[in-house]
């Protein structure tokens, strides 16, 4: 790897990417041994203790002065993979010691002998193998290794553009306070998931890096100081800050909604981020009413599609605009009352003949600069024009305000995934009440996520291509491995 990372950057001072290589390695082993300590050795149930790679077939990090041969490190790895049952019956040696089998099974061996215990715990990716005193609690080595426990996640090391992108191996993340570990089958992609791969919209203090602002999956663990709303095993859908595109990410408690029984995982990945979002917009910054006419930009988007059936829902008139007659053949589908193709006519214009000249009482705007002035011309009096998204940019050139306040219109802006922890709970738990009973079967009206391309997690680099592209109708959703 290192050798070929170096032909490809010629002339670029090979010596420091060594240093970099190197240094990166022993930071990782650091961190293996802080884990080790701080999960291990400081329960004083064991003695000392290492980890094993199984791909690299050596030893990744140890204790102090705890040495594992080689030998020994291959025979723990072949132990599980092709002599569990000869263990069983006639234990192992290890370190020139026999050890006589208590129990074992595909993912744990505890050994004993006169002068102690061993404990070998076998996860997807590491081996551990520890050392304790006979009747000490050994098993909090399971424990801890289900902290040690790697994962994949979507990463880059550097911004830029799709190409950037892969799959790497992370530490699972640990529930903390109130929150709730989720074992990850689905994630969907999202515009600010392209922008934070390209360096502009970094997650906000104390998020995951790794990319995702929704997931679903099932709970896998409980933080301390939950209060006793989820349990293991429960399909849940999440509002995230970051981290979705994992097999694992933790969660507040109060930031999850359950899955209907009826919906698949991939469904409901679709579901948090676009929906919250669109339900955010109309209900809590819009204050939408019965009756009103709510004109919708990228209306075949996961937003846009959300947003037309929740302003059908609220009994208003949700009209749309988007660049082909496919997606605007989607968001009739979805029920809008009308759509209007911006590439080859003035929707603004358009807008007006719908209404009848009384224009649209709410604008939800993701595009930006390049709309403000057909937005101003078709806005009705006193109506709000709502900006969360800049697809376009954000200057502005011309009589913004003279124009906006000869309409006694008001401007609006939200963003998400800033908002503290306290108005995602709100915002959630609303839509639960409000929203969630009608994507149940039978309900009417009965809404409805589009999931419009599904990808693996190892083409996450594809499925940001396919949305820069502009390609997708309704959710990207990307599928964890099993």
Not at 302 to 331: C, D, F, N, S, Y
């Amino acid at each position: 790897m290192v050798e070929d990372l170096l032909s490809n950057r010629k002339g670029r001072g090979n010596e420091h990417l060594y240093i970099y290589f190197f240094s990166q390695n022993r930071r990782k082993m650091n961190q293996l041994q802080d884990l080790l300590n701080d999960s291990l050795i400081r329960t004083k149930h064991v003695e000392n203790a290492a980890l094993i790679s199984i791909e690299e077939k050596k030893v990744l990090a140890s204790t102090f002065g705890f040495h594992v041969p080689p030998e020994n490190a291959l025979n723990l790895i072949y132990s599980f993979y092709k002599n569990l049952l000869q263990v069983r019956r006639e234990g192992l040696y290890f370190k020139e010691k026999y050890y006589k089998c208590v129990r074992a099974d595909e993912h744990s061996i505890y050994l004993h002998n006169p002068d102690g215990g061993l404990i070998v715990v076998k996860t997807r990716t590491l081996i551990l193998v520890a050392t304790y005193r006979v009747g000490m609690y050994a098993s909090v080595c399971v424990e801890a290794v289900e902290k040690l426990e790697k994962m994949l996640a979507a990463y880059f090391d550097c911004p830029g553009g799709p190409e950037n992108l892969y799959v790497k191996e992370v530490i699972k993340p640990e529930p903390g306070e109130g929150e709730v570990l989720v074992k990850v089958s689905a994630s969907a992609l999202n515009r600010a998931d392209l922008l934070q791969r390209r360096g502009k919209y970094p997650p906000p203090k104390g998020a995951s890096p790794i990319l995702g602002l929704e997931a679903a999956g099932s709970v896998a663990g409980l933080g301390p100081g939950c209060r006793g709303r989820w349990k293991a095993g429960d399909a849940v859908m999440a509002l995230l800050s970051g981290g979705g595109q994992a097999e694992y990410v933790t969660v507040p408690e109060g930031h999850l909604m359950a899955i209907p029984s009826d919906m698949t995982f991939t469904e409901a990945a679709a579901i948090p981020e676009a929906w919250l979002t669109a339900f955010q917009l109309l209900h809590f910054v819009g204050k939408v009413q019965k009756g009103e006419k709510v004109l919708i930009h990228a209306g075949a988007s996961g937003v846009g599609l959300a947003a037309i059936q929740l302003v059908r829902l609220a009994q208003a008139v949700p009209m749309v605009t988007a660049g082909t007659q496919e997606k605007l053949r989607a968001a009739g589908k979805a029920g809008a009352a009308v759509g209007f193709n911006y590439r080859h006519e003035d929707f603004s214009e358009e807008v007006l003949a719908f209404t009848q000249g009384s224009g649209a009482d709410i604008i939800l705007d993701c595009v930006g600069s390049s709309y403000w002035e057909k937005n101003l011309n078709c806005l009705s009096t006193g109506g709000r024009w709502i900006i969360y998204g800049l697809l376009s940019g954000g200057e502005v050139h011309g009589d913004l305000l003279a124009r906006l306040l000869a309409k006694r219109g008001s401007i609006h802006t939200s963003l998400l995934r800033s908002r503290d922890k306290e108005y995602k709970e709100r915002l959630v738990k609303a839509f639960t009440e409000d929203v969630l009973p009608y994507f149940s079967g039978g309900t009417s009206p009965h809404l409805q996520p589009l999931v419009g391309s599904v990808f693996p997690l190892q083409l996450i680099a594809q499925a940001h291509r396919f949305m820069e592209e502009n390609k997708n109708i309704g959710k990207i959703v990307i599928e964890m491995p099993d």
